[in-house]
């Protein structure tokens, strides 16, 4: 048996360590959540919507949102056909259509919809608003605009935030409309779904509660908004040389990854339980 100083040695400087690890990553969640709540806030002032800011936030709902509507509507395509019909073929052998419609909510509109859109953002514009910024940072360019008296946080950030979050809300929107049109009438095609549109429509609306809409909201809402402020902390984070883009763009991905899975699980819990 280990002496009392031995086990003493071994423990507190692990506790230690331990503690002041997590003290270091609430701070740095804190961080993060500010600049988010900082950016909203600014946001809905209108005299801070300047000809520049709302240029870079049209660029950014252009590249998040408009450009990755093919993806986005392929996917939807995909995932519709491919889930809505095993919902159906299993639900219909086993003589439970009743619970098509609930199935298809809890599915598609709860977690699959506002997870897969999220999932495309933040690798097609996380990656390109980190490694923007961070180049942005190491050319100088950043403190040039510091010079001329213009807030990065308000010029740079905010925007991109903003303009990710509506995008992710909006591609979410999209995903759900196409991946029931495609699923009902590819269905329709392959003799599996049976029953018209307006039938198949007030199955899954009369599963639908008010709860519902606020989980698909905020799943999309929220997420989109941390992707957006992470990935430009990041690439504004840069004090090195080029070799640190990568890098940078790589840390706004994982951590925008990890903010998405626990914002759903959050919001689920709140939701549901």
């Known amino acids: 048996m280990l002496p009392y100083r031995n086990v003493k040695a071994m423990i507190f400087p692990l506790a230690e360590r331990l503690g002041s690890r997590t003290i270091e990553k609430g701070r740095a969640i804190c961080a993060v959540v500010a600049v988010a709540a900082t950016a909203v806030w600014l946001a809905l002032q209108p005299r801070r919507w300047s000809q520049p800011v709302r240029d870079v936030l049209g660029r950014q709902i252009l590249f998040t949102g408009v450009d990755a ?14 889930v809505i019909l095993q919902i159906y073929v299993a639900l219909t052998r086993l003589g439970q259509s009743t619970m098509i419609g609930p199935l298809l909510v809890a599915i598609l509109i709860r977690e ?12 097609r514009s ?3 608003i980190a490694s923007e910024l961070s180049a942005m940072q190491v050319t100088g360019e950043v403190r040039v605009l510091d010079a001329l008296g213009l807030d990065p946080l308000l010029v740079l950030v905010m925007p ?4 990710v979050a509506i995008s ?38 009369n599963a639908l509660r008010p709860a519902d809409l606020v989980n698909v909201i905020t799943k999309a809402l929220v997420p989109g908004l941390l992707t957006g402020t992470l990935c430009s902390v990041e690439g504004l984070g840069v004090r090195g040389a080029l ?22 699980a959050i919001v689920s819990v709140l939701t549901y339980l």
């Open 69 to 82: 509507m093919g993806v986005i509507s392929g996917i939807a395509v995909l995932v519709g056909l491919s």
């Open 168 to 205: 992710v809300v909006c591609l979410t929107v999209l995903f759900l409309v196409l991946s029931f049109a495609s699923g009902y009438v590819g269905g329709l095609l392959l003799g599996v779904v049976s029953g018209s549109p307006g039938r198949f429509l007030g199955s899954v609306f």
């Open 243 to 264: 070799s640190e883009v990568p890098q940078a763009a790589t840390r706004g991905v994982v951590k925008s990854f990890i903010s998405l899975f626990l914002v759903s």
């Open 160 to 163: 991109r935030a903003i303009g």
């Open 126 to 128: 996380g990656t390109a």
């Open 112 to 123: 699959a919809g506002p997870l897969l859109v999220n999932f495309i953002v933040i690798a």
